[in-house]
């Protein structure tokens, strides 16, 4: 359980941490099924195929308000690429809960706006729900 005074980003720190615990056990088994089913030379690159197994997010930002937070936060992908997130908290007892995560909106780069115009990705907002994208 965690500490009834945990705060937001210690909460997400919390979560990424049991996550990447689940991930370095299911890629132990991943390895088998690409030993199985890889050839060469897709076989040499399987580790690319595995989940991330390790935290490298950092927090921009935190507004937190009685019973709700905010946390932006941004990974490093590859090269100079990087995979911005809003996470939206509940407070749930003595905890929180995470009721939605939002993307940069890629389109725009999270601006909102595409040359003079509102993005239609985004509606303006310069994030987005990747849920969405499936509809």
Known sequence: MLDP????????????QEKVEAYAAANVRLKAVHSKYFGE???KHARDFLMR?????VFEDVQQTSGSAVVI????????????NRYHLSADGESWKITR??????????????????????DGDGWHDPRNDAV
């Open 41 to 43: 030379p897709l076989l």
């Open 53 to 57: 197994d390790k935290v490298r997010t």
């Open 5 to 16: 005074m945990s705060t937001p980003q210690q909460f997400l720190e919390s979560f990424w």
């Open 73 to 84: 936060t941004c990974e490093p992908l590859v090269r100079d690429a990087v995979m911005r």
């Open 101 to 122: 995560i939002d993307r940069e909106c890629l389109h725009c780069r999270g601006t909102g706006r595409l040359e003079r115009a509102v993005c239609q990705k985004c």
